[in-house]
């Protein structure tokens, strides 16, 4: 028994990620190299680096086709586009919002969440992103697999869905041999992406941001010429009036908002790593709703001049448009599919780290940090995104994208709260060495380590929006909760945030400021253990040592 004991205490050591030394037992569930402050030779994200990153980011199949529920749903290409320029500028101010948390005190969400959620009741709302950024890198990758999909065939056009045998799939599992085969190789490809640490893959977004534009403009130059005008949906009106084109605008913005709400809540685990506050904030606003509008302004018109070219409905989905050019061109069409593709390709890749697995990877740090670094929890969600057979998820007659886009918007009552906290209460004041403290005494323990005010707002956030989301996936509910839906991500951020700084002025809170005080600048000593080192495994080992020479000698 005691052997065994020995092995597995081995093993553990062997497993445990790189932190501080003197950290105590409980430390060890709190922090690791990862988790901790960012150290000044680590902050090397400037402005440009957060151009290039969001540039990359917007660059995406899901940015490209955003605006097609809205003109489907009714509205004219000019009046979807501005619901697209509203919603994302929106966006970038709370992006900019949270942001300046981890730019300022270079901290990531999971320890900006204790401030106020507490301690150890951070660790639901850390818990809630990652397992949506598990699914959501597993949908991704397979959308990427379709890019690669594209370009095997620009090469062999054998290399057909319908023409592979054997194929081992049904028709009602959503894939087939040729779309897991290439799903798999784009899955397989992404593996080293992942190794790289946060503060150095930005050279992947600043690769993407030149390669991925020029790309999609050369998609657009090349559809338009091919249709000979831009096509029919620019001279298209609105089919809808009155308080229907209202509401209609409103979703459209929404769903701008609710496509960013889970970025909106974890930028603080790419903020931290600026060298200034600033660097993050100007650079933030300006290039997210530029860039998104840009992007889909392209998917409109490429969109619409499939309409010229093919005949019949516009063909939305760029990947759908770049096979039936595969069908009816030559070599050069074809080499011009690939090159596109594999744009495509490194946009999924790109968009896949910076909104699923470095946020994965941050939350499972946060979740177990004595085990799990970014990088390991980065590949533990390419497993999950894997294992979980993301293509049966993209069938027609699955709603399950529609409530994962739908449950997207219960993270506005996470920001709302995290917001609140950081500037109306506190007014900017943190105390990051107490946000690593597990001793009852410190001020972010609350009540066994949970905020009980933090958790009420939170679920008042949700229950302002629960109904509706129920009448989002397919259930009959009163037209009230409807129109509160059709506002969700305000709702779900008013109720919390409002709630919450309610409850904290007549019931206070330890570690606020009676005015605004930010002292990010003043934390020059990143180090997270107890100055005493009472309590640390060092300390009880040195202890023991101690009273072993005791005995020895007496």
């Not at 699955?398 to 918007?409: C, E, M, Q, R």
Request: hydrophobic share 45%; aromatic share 16%.
């Amino acid at each position: 028994m005691a052997l065994k004991k020995r092995t597995i205490s081995r093993v553990a050591e062997k497993l445990a990620v790189e932190a501080e030394p003197g950290l105590t037992t409980a430390q060890l569930m709190l922090t690791n190299h990862d988790l901790k402050p960012v150290e000044p030779e680590r902050r090397q994200w400037g402005p440009w680096n957060f151009v290039a990153f969001w540039i990359a980011d917007s660059f995406n199949i899901n940015t490209w086709m955003i605006s097609s529920s809205m003109i489907v749903g009714g509205l004219s290409w000019w009046q979807s586009w501005l619901c697209v320029w509203i919603g994302y500028t929106i966006s970038g101010f709370f992006i900019c919002l949270t942001g300046r948390i981890g730019a300022t005190y270079h901290i990531g969400f999971p320890v900006v969440a204790r401030s106020s959620f507490g301690i150890w009741g951070s660790l639901w709302p850390v818990f809630n992103r990652a397992a949506m950024a598990c699914v959501w890198y597993g949908v991704q990758a397979y959308i990427g697999g379709h890019c690669v999909y594209l370009m095997i065939r620009s090469i062999w056009l054998s290399w057909h869905r319908d023409l592979i045998r054997p194929d081992d799939f049904s028709k009602e599992s959503g894939t087939s041999t040729a779309d897991f085969v290439s799903f798999f190789i784009f899955w397989l490809c992404s593996l080293p992406a992942i190794w790289f640490p946060v503060h150095k893959i930005r050279h992947l977004f600043t690769v993407k941001s030149y390669f991925v534009p020029c790309a999609g403009i050369a998609f657009l130059i090349w559809a338009v010429v091919r249709a000979g005008g831009i096509g029919p949906i620019v001279r298209q009106p609105a089919r809808i009036e009155g308080s229907e084109l209202a509401w209609e605008f409103v979703k459209g913005v929404m769903s701008s908002i609710a496509n960013f709400a889970t970025l909106i809540v974890n930028d603080p685990d790419f903020a931290r790593f600026a060298g200034k506050p600033r660097d993050a904030l100007w650079s933030q606003f300006f290039t997210i709703p530029i860039g998104f509008a840009v992007t889909s302004f392209i998917g409109i018109i490429v969109s619409s001049s499939s309409a010229v070219i093919y005949g019949g409905d516009p063909i939305w989905d760029p990947l759908h448009l770049l096979e039936k050019f595969i069908d009816d061109g030559g070599s050069g069409q074809r080499f011009g599919v690939f090159m596109i593709s594999a744009a495509f390709a490194l946009a999924q890749l790109g968009t896949n780290i910076a909104a699923n697995s470095v946020s994965a990877g941050t939350d499972m740090t946060a979740l177990l940090p004595r085990f799990i670094d970014i990088r390991r929890g980065g590949y533990i969600c390419a497993a999950v995104g894997l294992a979980m057979c993301p293509w049966t998820l993209l069938t027609s007659s699955n709603k399950f994208t529609t409530y994962l886009s739908a449950y997207s918007v219960f993270l506005s009552s996470i920001a709302g709260v995290m917001i609140s906290d950081y500037y109306f209460v506190r007014r900017g004041y943190l105390e990051v060495k107490e946000l690593y403290d597990a001793r009852p005494s410190g001020p972010y323990y609350f009540r066994f380590g949970i905020h009980w005010r933090g958790y009420v707002s939170y679920i008042a956030g949700i229950i302002i929006n629960v109904v509706g989301f129920a009448g989002a996936i397919g259930t009959p509910v009163p037209i009230g909760a409807t129109y509160i839906f059709n506002v969700n991500f305000f709702a779900g951020f008013g109720v919390s945030s409002g709630l919450y700084w309610l409850l904290c002025k007549y019931f206070p809170i330890p570690a606020v400021s009676d005015r605004w005080m930010e002292v990010g600048d003043e934390v020059d000593d990143m180090r997270v253990a107890y100055a005493d080192q009472s309590g640390s495994q060092e300390f009880e080992q040195e202890q023991e040592k101690t009273a072993k020479t005791d005995e020895k000698m007496v």
